[in-house]
């Protein structure tokens, strides 16, 4: 097989088979395909698209590219959520313990990455003592006696996928929707998920603009894990603005604990209770969605959920007890105002700016090399729909420096407004 050969058929619009694909994956992947074939391949990729079966081949010759995790020892479907590209978004957080409180068991593998907030991790490293490097064997037997454990990545997830998405980050061969839809599975699959539940985000904020191209990567996901056994359901949710409040890595701690105990922000408990429905019926604890948003109501009513946070965060070493206490959580030293500069009613809030702003505080790393400050972010007072006058609070920054020009700036650009009242926008489509 010659890798040209490979490159002029896709070109011309063929489907290529899975000796073929195999062929182009493992070839770049141990070096003997150099980026400018591989960058050739992206474009032509980009260009003719990839049928149903070829995207659901490609995505398993990433995954067989690097290791994959065994969770056959934990019993039980294992039921993995995954984001397309949220700001703040603390879904995961609390829809960990939501779930587990009702049996599914919650095996996750996170990441730190960079980002305008900390990973997963780096949000619960906001609670004192916790930490993530367990063994293996202690790891699938917390997911065994409590339904959840988090474990640091270890091992070569991935290569593949690692190698092709810095190539098509500097070849702009990023927005394919075969290209996507293959990265983001295989990780999942990887990382060992039966089923998976997606969400993907629509708007100004997010990485798919509009609502033709969310269904479309929503439908190319589902494809791939139904060809490859791994039943998948998505949701498509709205990132006119910023899930919820709070940006940062331990005010999302605190945004998630309040949303657990019935009191967060409607927004994030509604995606909260949609997606874990969804969850819940992959992981075979109940018929019908309607069924399992009662239970998951239940949950959070009788403190179950919050119950099975607490023992979660104490099993890996974590000071339970600011549950009960969030001011045990890493505090900033300064809380400053940001004013609206209108008057009027907020119409959108680009989330990607309130991200970039929080990372200015220190909430997220630049580079790998960044320290991450917990105690940093900012909080949303105004969303979009709500009234305000020039000179209110729109946010409150929480700094550990005065110096906030910039962060002021671009917050005051994020916000939109407008004399009319902004008709509701649909939090969730359907499809
Ligand atoms: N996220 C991923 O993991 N991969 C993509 O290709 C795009 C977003
Ligand atoms: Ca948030």
Partial sequence: MRMVDIIAKKRDGSHLSKEEIHFVIDGYTNGQIPDYQMSAFLMTVFFQGMSAQETAKLTMEMVKSGDQ???????????????TGGVGDTTTLILAPLVAALGIPVAKMSGRGLGHTGGTIDKLEAVRGF?????????????????????????????????IYSLRDVTATVNSIPLI??????????????????????????????????RELANAMMEIGNQVGRKTLAVISNMEQPLGYAVGNALEIKEAIETLQGKGPADLHELCLVLGS?????????????????????????????????????????????????????????????????????????????GVAAMLLGAGRATKESEIDLSVGI???????????VGEPIATLYSNTEEV??????????Y???IDKPSPMPLIYTI
């Fill in 416 to 418: 939109d407004y407008s």
């Fill in 69 to 83: 995790i065994d969770l056959s020892g934990i019993e039980g479907v294992k039921v993995d959520k995954h984001s």
């Fill in 278 to 354: 969804k969850m819940v019926v992959l992981g075979g604890k109940a018929e019908t969605e309607d069924e399992a948003r009662s239970m998951l109501e239940e949950v959070i009513k009788n403190g179950r959920a919050l119950q099975v946070f607490k023992e979660f965060l104490s099993a890996q070493g974590g000071d339970a007890s600011v549950v009960d206490d969030v001011n045990k959580l890493p505090q900033a030293q300064f809380q400053i105002p940001v004013k609206a500069t209108e008057s009027g009613y907020v119409t959108g809030i680009i989330a990607d700016e309130i």
């Fill in 181 to 214: 839809a293959s990265s983001i599975m295989s990780k999942k699959i990887a990382a060992g998920a039966d089923a998976i539940v997606l969400d993907v985000k629509v708007g100004a904020g997010a990485f798919m603009k509009e609502l033709d191209d969310a």
């Fill in 379 to 389: 909080v949303l007072h105004k969303k979009i729909g709500d009234q305000v006058e």
């Fill in 131 to 163: 930490h993530v490097e367990i063994p293996e064997e202690q790891f699938i037997e917390l997911v065994n006696r409590n339904k959840i454990a988090v474990v640091g990545q270890s091992g070569n997830l991935t290569p593949a996928d690692k190698k």
């Fill in 405 to 414: 020009g910039e962060v002021i700036n671009r917050i005051s650009k994020a």
